[in-house]
Structures are given as C-alpha cells and as structure tokens.
C-alpha cells in the first residue's frame, strides 16, 4: 500500500494525450486513461484503500530513494539504494508516431535493473476503474494479465511471471547486478489484441525512441540564460500538459489535490482554460514552439464557432480537451480525498462563471507572433473582430474574476486590464496587417477601460491599485499591469502598488494571491502561497529596475521545486507542496520570470562593460 507521499513526492511521465505520478516510492498512485479527464485507473492518492496504484519497490524496509529525470527528457529513474544492492525503476510513456491521432492505447513502460549487488523487487497491480467504483476482472496467462474494466482493458506483459491476488496481480523478482528486467502496461478498448511479449530488446528500443523524442523537442527551445536547466524543465512539462490530438493544454494532469490538508479546496484541474492555455502558450510561443501555438489557435477558433454558452458570451472560460463545454461537477463521497482532504470533486462547477478576463489572456498569446498572425489567415481575423466588438459593448460589467471565487460577481481591476488588452492587441493587429475592423469604437472602449482602471481600480489611501473597485484588498493578479504594457514598470503609481504588495501580500519572497479575510472567497479554509504569484513578483521586480531583489526572489523560490524540478500551485506554511500538480500556470510563471530577470540582467551588465 503506497500510502500518501507528499504531494511533491512525485515525477511526472505522459505520452501527450494523457499521464501518470509516479511516487519516489515506486508508485503509480494517479493514472486516468485513455484521456487526461477519464475516470481514474490509479488513484490511490485521493484514497489510499480503494484508489488502486502500480506499486514497484524493493522488497525491504532499509531503502534509500533518489528520483531524478534523463535530462531534457520526460524518462523518470526511481534509484534504490540499499545494504545488499542499488536499483532502479526507469518509468516513461512512449510517445504515438502520431500523437496527434486520439487513441485509446496508451503504454506505460517500468523497466528494472540492478548496478550493484542483489536486489528483490515487490510488484503489485491493483487497478481500480472509474475512480474506484467499478469492479473488474482478472485474466491471467504466466507473464501477461489482462484487467477487464467498463469500456476499458489494461493489458500487463512482463518479462517474469505474475502471480494472481484476487482479481489483482504481483509478482517477486531478484535481479543481480548488470541484469534487466521490464513490465510494460498498455489500456484499450475491450477485446483488443493484447500486446507483443515484453523483451529486453522491445524495452531498450521504446527507451532510446522517447528519449530521441524529447531531445529533438527541447532543441528547439531557444532560451539560453542562468536557469536553463529549469526553464527546460518547466518547458517540458508544458508540453506533457498538452492534449496532442486538438493542441489543448490542461491546467495540470490531476484532481482533488488539495490547497488546505484537510481543506474543501479541492478542484478538477484536468481541463482547458482559456486563460491558463492561452498563457502557456504565449510562453512556448517565447520558447519557440509555434505548431503548438498554431494548434491551440485551431482549437480555440473551433471554440468561436460552436454555439454560444447560455449567458451569450462568445466563450466559456474552461471546456474539456475535445472542446465539450459540459464540465458538471460531482462529489466522489466514496473516496477519502488525499490525507482526508474532502470531498474529491470531478468535473468543475466554476465553468459556468463570467469571467471577462479570457479575452484579454486569448489575445495576448494569440496576437504575439508575426508566424502566428499569418497562419491564422482572413477568416480567423474575422472571428476576432467579431469577438472585439461583443467586448466593446460588454467589458463595463461586474464578473467572478481571474480566481474563480463563489462569493459573488464584483467590479475586478484585472478583468477590465485584460479587456484593454484584447482591444489594444486587436487595434495593433488590425493597424500592422490592415485588417477591417471597427478601429474607432475599439480604440474608444480601450480608452475608456484604461481611464476607469486609472480613477476606479486606485486607491488613493493605499496608493496601490486594488482588488475590485469597492475594495482595499491587494490582489496579486495585477503584477501582470506592466507585463501586458498597461503601465510603465518604473512608474510611481505602479511601484508604489509593488511596494504595497511587498508588504502586505509577500513573506519571505512568497506571494499570496489576495487576503481572503479581508475579501471572503465564498469557502471555507485557508491557502498557501501561489506560486505562479511568486514568478509574476520576480518579473514585476525586475522589469523594475530592482535586481538584487529580483534574482534573490527568484534563487529563494526555485529551492521550492521538488527533487525532479517541479511546482505545484502552492507553497504552505512549512514550504510543503500543495493543490494540483504539476500546475502549467507555476511554469508557465517560472519561464518568463527567466526570460525577462536574464534580459535585465543583460542590460545592467552591458551597462558597465
């Protein structure tokens, strides 16, 4: 039983159309298949009893665990270090020749080998369909098993054989220095063939081909600055955080990991928002990576022409990776939740909140590359204006805001910034390209958003911009203001806002998003540090002109990550790793805090050269 690791406990594989935590103790504690929002095949993270997990670890108590990545691959390498013997458990998903073809098999490959001495490996398989609560069946044949699940088979082929545990399997094997031996678990639709018989060459082929895949990826990537073992790292997660066959990133691979221990903050990260998608995006795009940009821009101009939601706007603020709008949220009250953290929710009700902000997060990726803005073509253009003026007449309005809060619809300063910049970026486009469109009324409204931003969204008794307009709470959102270019970096109405976040919203380099007693949130509990706060707070810093402060912020923030260089999205009290993980918006935040702390760096270097 593999218990609860600590949320960071855990590296990351997947294959771009789903993934897989695997624990520094050998355990596959979270797998859904064939898609990132199917129903579960491991969870034993949100239900240690009745979750399921694929367990491989050495057969002792005196173990020591070191996990690390292949660097620049997505090849995780569980070591076990033991008196009699050093192991290892090399874990990857190989990737589809054609990742963009949606299918329902996907290979989970667990290879064994021994450096030193002698070691006993333990196997278990104990697959638990539809989160736990669809029973299965076992057909077993020596070395290969098949799990008989509802609309769904996990076919396990070994090397070794596999001993039956009611409808389970495990199995004991001893390898001796310099020998290997593999596991390899493959999901399809009900009576498929099963797969070819595992051998030493089979695993030593599917290792080299993932990790030419990753290394061919990551070269493309064109930053090189101080913290390129990080951005690599974070650039691959983003990757594995894409649904290949329609380019729609999720904003992490798991669910019900919680902000709070024992908290109710539990949500369904495992779909597409338009706002952290469209942010990722930008940020490949900044690395690079325009087809995965360009497929993201198809998918969201799918969205455009699909009916409208029932509130009129032109999108909703999340869908399902597919671009289905129906997110419905249900309680799993049959599982415990992570360390008791309940209750477990899968789909997510905040799908159908207002949320005018979208728009201007959309725009700001999309509208980013020349490349980009030529591929799109005519037609596209003609959707965008379209959304600009439903924008014109709709920004001036009250909505539920960036953080999704249940406390009601307010008057929020960062959504009327990101309507500016859908019109501003919608105004620069329509000028750089000469496109038709209704550039006065734009330019009027973006005018008209900037002046009430200006008077409304600033308080004069905190000499900061605030919240929402009948507020004095500091909200961390508004540390993209200079990023988007709505104000100067070195402005005194922005510094003197950095200045009041610095002390009222950051301790000790960490950043909260808001005061939730100050602002009540409509939940119960409280929440760490965001991290995707923390990078924007180095980025802000730097871009003004505040170095040393910037690269000591972002030093002290990257010793967070976990032992393979991962973020979830939040940092608790004792600097534990808390709510989904690993979280786009964390890397997506960690990127261009790199990107625009090594350019500044650049030019106060060049300055005294």
Request: hydrophobic residues 40%; charged residues 25%; aromatic residues 10%.
């Amino acid at each position: 039983m593999p218990g609860y690791p600590p949320i960071a406990d855990h590296g990351l594989i997947g294959d771009l159309q789903t993934a897989a935590l695997v624990s520094a103790g050998g355990a596959v504690d979270w797998f859904c298949a064939p898609r990132f929002d199917s129903p579960s095949i491991f969870a034993s993270l949100l239900d240690a009893e009745r979750g399921g997990h694929f367990t491989i670890a050495p057969a002792m108590d005196d173990v020591t665990v070191r996990q690390l990545y292949l660097t620049d691959t997505a090849v995780l390498i569980t070591r076990f270090l033991t008196p009699e013997g050093v192991g290892e458990v090399v874990d990857l998903m190989p990737v589809n020749e054609e990742p963009e073809v949606a299918t329902d098999r996907h290979r989970m490959l667990r290879a064994l080998r021994v450096v030193r001495g002698t070691l006993t490996f333990d196997v278990q398989c104990r697959p638990r369909f539809d989160y736990g609560r669809a029973p299965h069946t076992l057909t077993l044949d020596g070395n290969a098993a098949t799990f008989h699940g509802p609309g769904l088979d996990v076919h396990l082929q070994s090397s070794f054989p596999l001993d039956r545990d009611g409808q389970d399997v495990r199995a004991t094997i001893t390898l001796q220095q310099g020998q290997v031996a593999g596991i390899v678990l493959e999901t399809s639709s009900p009576g498929a063939p099963a797969p070819a018989p595992v051998t030493e060459e089979s695993l030593r082929a599917e290792m080299r081909e993932t990790h030419t895949f990753w290394h061919r990826w990551i070269r493309r990537c064109r930053y090189r600055g101080r913290w390129q073992q990080m951005v690599n790292r974070s650039a691959i997660t983003l990757k594995l955080l894409i649904y290949a066959p329609t380019g729609a990133p999720v904003a992490a691979p798991t669910m019900g990991l919680p902000e709070q221990i024992g908290g109710e903050r539990n949500w369904d990260y495992r779909y597409t928002w338009i706002r952290d998608a469209s942010l990722s995006v930008r940020t490949l795009l900044d690395l690079g990576y325009i087809e995965e940009a360009n497929a993201f821009r198809r998918w969201l101009g799918d969205r455009f022409r699909a009916p409208r939601p029932p509130g009129g706007e032109p999108m909703q603020i999340m869908y399902r990776i597919d671009g289905d709008p129906h997110l419905s949220e249900e309680t799993l009250g049959h599982l415990s939740g992570y360390r008791d953290s309940a209750p477990v929710r899968a789909g997510n009700g905040a799908a159908e909140q207002l949320q005018l902000d979208i728009y201007g997060e959309f725009a700001y990726a999309v509208t980013h590359s020349p490349d980009l803005a030529e591929l799109a073509g005519y037609e596209a253009w003609k959707g965008f204006s379209a959304l600009l003026d439903w924008l014109a007449d709709s920004w001036d309005r009250p909505d539920e805001g960036i953080w999704e809060t249940r406390g009601g619809r307010k008057d929020f300063t960062y959504s009327r910034l990101m309507c500016w910049v859908a019109l501003d970026r919608g105004i620069r486009l329509a000028t750089e390209y000469a496109r038709p469109g209704n550039l006065q009324r734009w330019t009027a409204e973006r005018d008209a958003i900037l002046t009430q931003v200006m008077e409304r969204g600033w308080n004069s008794e905190r000499k900061a911009f605030v919240q929402h307009y009948d507020s004095e709470v500091l909200d961390a959102s508004l540390l993209l203001m200079p990023v988007v270019g709505f104000i100067s970096p070195k402005a005194s109405a922005w510094l003197s806002t950095l200045d009041a976040m610095d002390r009222e919203l950051v301790t000790d380099s960490l950043v909260y998003r808001y005061n939730p007693e100050a602002s009540p949130d409509g939940l119960r509990g409280s929440e760490g540090t965001f991290s995707l706060c923390s990078f924007l707070y180095v980025h802000a810093l730097a871009r003004a002109g505040r170095l040393d402060q910037a690269r000591y912020a972002m030093d002290k923030m990257l010793t967070y990550a976990n032992h393979v260089g991962l973020f979830a999205e939040e940092i608790g009290p004792t600097g534990e790793q808390l709510g989904n993980f690993p979280q786009a918006f964390t890397h997506l935040a960690l990127i261009t805090a790199a990107m625009a702390l090594d350019e500044e760096l650049d030019k106060d270097a060049a300055r005294w050269c």
